[in-house]
């Protein structure tokens, strides 16, 4: 499983959005490994209405549709055809207690959700919370040349030892090999960004991605 974030940049911006996903769904199919594209609220319609393909957002509040000015709604992200959330990237940290009642209200609007967390204290705390899936990376690692993998193998380890759910690895993933070392160590699959969406030939690289898995 890859799960690509496709954060802000322009390269996976509105229609680019929508080329970058048509590009997914072409490696997906042909390998039948999952990519899923965690895009920015704005594009989630635009792609599904484009690209039969499963997206997530890329952050939602636990909240439910009423008087929440500025505020990213699960009912909304549903309606405009997410089926999941990544919850506290490192570069949107949010409390535990936020968490806990994001993971509990996306459950509740049917959408699965992966919770990034830098830390095995805080991923203890939150492998009590049930998401669907556990993330871990090191933020100052996010958009490097030096791959969590390689950094801390030993914590996640110890990550994917006491998660009860499939752990994703993620904070400098650039090529297959990174990809065979986490599932070597009992990891699921893989969280990036930058590596896919800013390449010249993302398809190349993620075909890479994914003989990791092999």
Not at 41 to 49: A, G
Not at 86 to 92: A, G, K, Q, T, W
Not at 152 to 161: A, H, I, M, N, S
Request: glycine share 6%; aromatic share 6%; proline share 5%.
């Amino acid at each position: 499983m890859i799960v690509l974030s496709l954060k802000t940049y322009k390269e996976a911006t509105a229609e680019n959005a929508v080329k970058l996903c048509q590009v997914i769904k072409k490696v997906a199919t042909k390998t039948q490994v999952p990519i899923i594209p965690a895009a920015q609220s704005f594009d989630i319609y635009r792609i599904k209405q484009a690209v039969d393909i499963e997206v997530w957002a890329q952050h939602l509040d636990p909240i439910d549709p009423n008087r929440h000015f500025g505020w990213l709604s699960p009912y909304s992200a549903k309606q405009a055809g997410a089926t999941g959330v990544v919850i506290n990237h490192l570069e949107h940290e949010i409390p535990f207690e936020t968490i806990k009642a994001t993971v509990e209200k996306c459950k509740q609007y049917d959408l699965k959700t992966l919770v990034i967390v830098g830390t095995v204290d805080l991923a203890e705390k939150v492998n009590q919370i049930k998401p669907d899936y556990l993330a871990y990376e090191n933020a100052d690692l996010i958009g490097g040349n030096v791959a969590m993998i390689d950094h801390d193998p030993e914590g996640t380890k110890q990550v994917v030892k006491l998660a009860s759910m499939p752990v994703i690895v993620g904070a400098g993933i650039r090529t297959g090999q990174h990809v065979a070392k986490t599932i070597k160590l009992g990891g699921a699959g893989v969280i990036l960004a930058s590596a896919v969406v800013k390449a010249d030939n993302p398809e190349a690289v993620l075909l890479d991605l994914v003989s990791g898995f092999k």
